[in-house]
């Protein structure tokens, strides 16, 4: 059944002129002894931040009719926190048909925030505090926007587009090319290297006020074996820009790095190798072979340009994009946008799209993970057990698949009826038809379109979509709206990646029979793409004929229960302490006496669990001795500095120490004098009861 939920807004006639408004916020959560997101990989757990994560929200429109756009720094979008966004914003211009949430897709964010068992299984559940964290920073986000878009009376909105090079590269090359050479020589390359930037300046002033941009790149430089939560590659950009700008005296710059179709897009540009040997591989079943007849696929890496150094290769793919954002937005606009702007929303059941394909009736399936999701990719490879492309599952891995299936369904294995629906795909995990402890992938998904005038569309789309699946979809949505007359010839059309949601992968067709990583992990089948492009045209298709079509909404529906939604079952702080003799935020380790410029100094406190710390307070800061006074110079949203937790004594010690470190110079320019570390931190005693506490190193100085 299709379930639709359409709104139409219609334009206002008289004033063209669109106004504008921006705002950001902090998005981190909880840290300290939980998973991060992307590479599902257990033991890769959040214990320290490299930079905190931000989401950043530009409303447009008028007074009674806009959108909002949200570039979130997470691995992806909680369908429920989404609707927490909602409810808590308690302002009726805002509303799920309006808001787009697009995640940058780092994988240095904590996890335990999504809503579908898959995601939630190496966190054993939803965290504490972590939903809540990221859905009330994007609401802080959205409000400081709403402020602004009321201040800001003349914005000049201007669409700009350039290439980006070496900062990319296809991960899965011989899937591509299963595509036909037809559509191949339609485009350069295998990846897309063009950026689309929305840049939007104060006409009074002709301050640039903010940009928006959107570039297909994963957001894995930081690599699986680091322990800190890091925006990645598009953090970075955003941080650095942002920077500069308020360096030059433009306090309130925002800039925003979006992904759009990167579901086969790594920013580890180095072609991958076996780890022990250096010999080419793939992740495919002959990969990193030993000699003797086995081969590894867990040796098998991409490096990006730092080797194995993840925050300098995040820097450097950070600096392309940032560079090239520059550059492109320096150059005249490719279009301008005045008018009105539309908006659509769907929730569409993807398990059950019927498709006429060649004059043969087909349909997408209920969601299925392949063999192939346990290999992983060339970015954070999986088991042994698993390799990717078309085959057999391994027997061992097999086990393990049934044995889910055996305590999770009714069935030993899955269906006939899906096996046959998702062929050529070797399925793993039967996840539509797993109903315990809850489900497990939704397939009640939302689609969204936005129209900014007539030149400029953003499709909202919930999945990794692969560099060509991307390109079919905007091609085909953006006929629509041309055929019917809703946009220009000269519009421009771009994919908002893991936007509300999250979907797993969408490949193409041809690519899905190569079943690597990607297909692998596309959930609804051979015709998944298909069905995007389907239910995208007929939402495109809506602007002119303005159906209205049956409407459901699965959180609200009760399709995720109270359990589901809040189930926490992650281990407990006991209580905290620091050593005998010794207070929780005193001094461990003093940092040196005397730094340089471009060096880096370090103190280590003893401290408590952060995870017993409160929502956006910042774990530590680097204080300025400046006219008889201590104030703060930088705080662990800085690139500059690092912040790490680790346990002392045991696993399950109460006592545990914190190193703050600080590269001194290193983005924010640092002038000679005296420094101190301040930690700050709150305990958990064996009352139950939280105290707050912090604590001081002796200063030091900073000398040329």
């Known amino acids: 059944m299709l379930l639709f939920q359409i709104i139409s807004v219609l334009a206002a006639p008289v004033d063209p002129q669109l106004r504008a408004g921006f705002g950001k916020a902090d998005i981190t959560g909880p840290i300290g002894e939980i998973d991060l997101m992307g590479y599902a990989k257990l033991g890769q757990q959040a214990n320290g931040i490299h930079f905190r994560l931000q ?231 002959t990969s990193c072979p030993d000699g003797k007849g086995n081969f590894f696929i867990s040796k098998c890496y991409a490096l990006g340009p730092g080797g194995e150094d993840g925050f300098k290769s995040t820097k450097v793919i950070g600096s392309t994009q940032l560079d090239a954002a520059k550059n492109i937005a320096a150059q005249p606009p490719v279009v301008s946008i005045t008018g009105p702007v539309e908006y659509r929303h769907a929730f569409v059941d993807m398990s059950n799209v019927q498709l006429n394909i060649d004059g043969k009736t087909v349909s997408t399936c209920k969601p299925a993970m392949g063999q192939s999701f346990a290999a992983g990719t060339t970015d954070g490879p999986g088991i042994d057990l698993a390799y990717q492309g078309v085959g057999p599952t391994n027997p061992g891995l097999n086990i393990l698949g049934h044995l889910a299936g055996i305590l999770l369904t009714p069935l030993p294995k899955p269906s006939n009826a899906l096996e046959k629906c998702q062929a050529p795909k070797s399925i793993l995990l039967a996840t539509g038809e797993f109903k315990v402890p809850y489900q497990w992938q939704s397939s009640v998904v939302p689609l969204q379109l936005f129209v900014l005038g007539r030149k400029f569309v953003i499709i909202g789309q919930p999945s990794e979509i692969t560099t060509m699946a991307g390109r079919r979809l905007r091609e085909a949505v953006l006929n629509q709206l041309l055929k019917d007359g809703r946009v220009d010839s000269d519009c421009r059309i771009v994919i908002a990646g893991l936007s509300n949601t999250y979907t797993s992968y969408v490949t193409t067709y041809e690519e899905y029979q190569m079943q690597r990583y990607e297909a692998g992990s596309t959930i609804f089948g051979p015709h998944t793409l298909n069905g995007y492009i389907d239910r995208f045209v007929k939402l495109a298709s809506s602007f002119t004929t303005a159906n209205t079509l049956p409407t459901a909404d699965p959180v609200q529906e009760g399709a995720y229960s109270e359990f589901t939604l809040n189930n926490d079952l992650i281990h407990r702080i006991i209580f905290d302490a620091a050593p005998w003799g010794k207070s929780l935020g005193s001094v461990a380790v003093q940092p040196q006496v005397r730094v340089g410029l471009g060096e880096t100094v370090t103190s280590t406190f003893y401290c408590a669990h952060p995870r017993n710390f409160k929502t956006f307070r910042s774990y530590m800061a680097i204080e300025q001795f400046v006219d008889g006074k201590w104030t703060v110079f930088l705080d662990d949203a800085s690139w500059d500095t690092k912040f790490f937790w680790r346990r002392t004594g045991g696993a399950l010690s109460p006592t545990s120490e914190c190193d703050l470190t600080w590269s001194v110079n290193e983005t924010v320019p640092t002038q000679p004098g005296t420094y101190r570390f301040h930690v700050y931190g709150t305990e958990k005693r064996l009352d139950g009861k939280f105290y707050d506490f912090d604590g001081v190193s002796n200063s030091f100085v900073v000398s040329n």
């Open 55 to 285: 989401a950043r929200a530009f409303i447009v429109g008028d007074q009674t009719n806009r959108v909002v756009f949200v570039n979130a720094d997470a691995g992806q979008v909680s369908q429920f926190g989404r609707q927490q966004v909602i409810k808590l914003l308690n302002n009726p211009l805002y509303k799920l048909e309006n808001v787009m949430i697009s995640a940058t897709h780092t994988h240095s964010g904590p996890a335990g925030y999504l809503d579908d068992f898959l995601y939630q299984a190496n966190t054993f559940g939803k965290v504490q505090g972590e939903r809540e964290a990221i859905a009330q920073g994007i609401v802080a986000a959205i409000q400081k926007a709403h402020a602004d878009f009321e201040q800001n009376q003349g914005i000049l909105i201007d669409v700009h587009e350039g290439k980006v090079f070496n900062a990319s590269r296809n991960r899965s090359p011989t899937s591509y090319l299963a595509n036909p050479e037809s559509e191949r020589a339609k485009y350069d390359g295998d990846t897309d290297k063009t950026m689309t930037l929305v840049s939007f300046t104060d006409k009074t002033t002709n301050k640039l006020k903010a940009t928006f941009n959107w570039f297909a790149v994963h957001g894995t430089s930081m690599m699986e074996n680091f322990e800190y939560v890091s925006g990645d590659n598009k953090g970075y950009a955003s941080y650095a820009w942002e920077l500069e700008q308020k360096l030059q005296g433009n306090q309130d710059f925002m800039a925003a790095f979006a992904i759009s179709n990167a579901g086969d897009v790594t920013p580890n540009i180095f072609a991958p190798v076996c780890n022990d040997t250096g010999l080419p591989c793939d992740g495919s079943k």
